[in-house]
């Protein structure tokens, strides 16, 4: 079974911290991605990356940052942080090579910035 | 820009009912179409998925649903629900050209559902 790891499943952070969230998958896929997770609004997609080193934007990348230097983990991170990123954050990864491949997601950090 | 609709926020049955949670989406081309779950406190998981031949697909825990083109939709369905399906649904929609060559998930907002033992 593919695995995917977050760091932490509670945070508490204060506002204009640099906070740092860690994603890792042990199953080789080429793709990663977050998402924030907020009642009534779904999913919605922060940042992916297709390959080590390369990122690229979502719907709502702004007021955050991601590193992927190994191919098995990819981070977000929160340059500055803010009340209103109080939120669930969920890290996925699927392998490449076809749309048809379903996502597995980590189990959410569930982040609140004071 | 491509949306998914999820009709119902909340839905509560009781034991045994059978169950419908509607999903459409807007793109006119090729979509791989998904439906993941969330029970309290448990990571997204897959239920099902479709991509091509037969509309109706049959996923995990007895659940199903069924492709339709012409009303771009994809509902979920279950003949008879449980507590343990107690949980939140999400539908997903991969279109080829968002997000890059390989495509991204675009989610609904999800329905939350609630059985009563």
């Known amino acids: 079974d593919v695995k995917v790891t977050q760091s932490s499943r509670y945070l508490v952070k204060r506002t204009g911290e640099k906070v740092f969230l860690e994603c890792v998958q042990d199953m080789d896929h080429e793709n990663m991605f977050w998402y924030r997770q907020d009642p009534g609004l779904g999913l919605r997609l922060i940042y992916f990356?297709?390959?080590?080193?390369?990122?690229e934007k979502g719907d709502i990348p702004e007021g955050y940052s991601v590193s992927r230097e190994k191919k098995e983990r990819f981070s977000l991170i929160l340059e500055s942080a803010s009340t209103n990123q109080t939120s669930m954050y969920l890290c996925a990864s699927r392998p490449s090579g076809s749309t048809r491949r379903s996502q597995h997601f980590g189990d959410g950090t569930r982040l609140s910035i004071l | 820009a491509q949306s998914v609709s999820q009709h119902n926020h909340h839905v509560i049955l009781s034991e045994a009912a059978s169950l419908e949670l509607g999903c459409n989406y807007s793109?006119?081309?090729?979509?791989?179409l998904f439906w993941y779950v969330q029970y309290p406190g448990q990571h997204l998981q897959l239920l099902l998925k479709y991509f091509s031949g037969d509309p109706l697909v049959k996923g995990i825990k007895g659940f199903e649903a069924e492709f339709i083109k012409s009303k771009f939709s994809f509902n979920l369905r279950k003949p008879s629900v449980q507590w343990s399906d107690t949980a939140e649904y999400f539908c997903?929609?991969?279109?080829?050209?968002?997000?890059?060559?390989?495509?991204?998930?675009?989610f609904g907002k999800g329905t939350k559902l609630s059985v009563k033992p």
């Open positions: 997903a929609v991969n279109v080829k050209n968002y997000g890059g060559s390989q495509g991204n998930l675009i």
């Open positions: 990356s297709y390959d080590v080193k390369m990122k």
């Open positions: 793109y006119g081309g090729t979509v791989n």
